[in-house]
Structures are given as structure tokens and as C-alpha cells.
């Protein structure tokens, strides 16, 4: 099992990615885990959101396969979604 530390949001909001998680948080997406994993490597999380945002929140996919990926992912993470 991968062994990593969570990052504090607050702390997080202290750096360049203050924006992506005030509004993940507004938006209640990504989860704030997210930013909490990614966040090691700030660069690689902005760029991460930005490809989130990208494909969930400005129409690059369409709705069903959006759906098909919530489906996918909690089946995998063995979630009752």
C-alpha cells in the first residue's frame, strides 16, 4: 500500500494553488484529497486540476462518459456509488 502524506489545505491555500482549491472546495470537486496528494508537487497538481476542469467542468467529455468514469472509479475504490 503506497505510503503518503496528506497535505494540509490550509497550507496549500498559501501557495499558487489557493484558486484551484478555494473553487474545488466551492465546487465540492475534485475532493479536497486531491490537493492534499497531488500538492507534493505543485506544479504537477496545477496541471492536474487544469486537465480536471478541462475535461469534467468546460464540456471536453461528454456526460455519459463522465458517467461511465464515476461508475468506473467507484467500482474500483470498491464504493457503494
Same mark, same amino acid.
Given at each position: 500500500? !503506497?505510503? $503518503?502524506? @496528506?497535505? &494540509? $489545505?490550509?497550507?496549500?491555500?498559501?501557495? =499558487?494553488?489557493?484558486?484551484?482549491?478555494?473553487?474545488?472546495?466551492?465546487? %465540492? !470537486?475534485? &475532493?479536497?484529497?486531491?490537493? !492534499?496528494?497531488?500538492?507534493?508537487? $505543485?506544479?504537477?497538481? #496545477? =496541471?492536474?486540476? @487544469?486537465?480536471?476542469?478541462?475535461?469534467?467542468? #468546460?464540456?471536453?467529455?461528454?456526460? %455519459?462518459?463522465? #458517467?461511465? $468514469?464515476?461508475?468506473?472509479?467507484? %467500482?474500483? !475504490?470498491?464504493?457503494?456509488?
Amino acid at each position: 500500500m !503506497a505510503n $503518503i502524506t @496528506l497535505l &494540509d $489545505i490550509e497550507e496549500l491555500k498559501k501557495t =499558487k494553488l489557493k484558486p484551484y482549491v478555494e473553487k474545488s472546495l466551492e465546487l %465540492r !470537486a475534485p &475532493d479536497p484529497g486531491f490537493h !492534499a496528494v497531488m500538492g507534493h508537487n $505543485i506544479d504537477l497538481a #496545477e =496541471k492536474f486540476y @487544469l486537465a480536471w476542469v478541462g475535461a469534467f467542468n #468546460e464540456g471536453a467529455l461528454s456526460h %455519459r462518459l463522465k #458517467e461511465v $468514469i464515476r461508475v468506473m472509479l467507484s %467500482r474500483m !475504490a470498491h464504493c457503494s456509488y
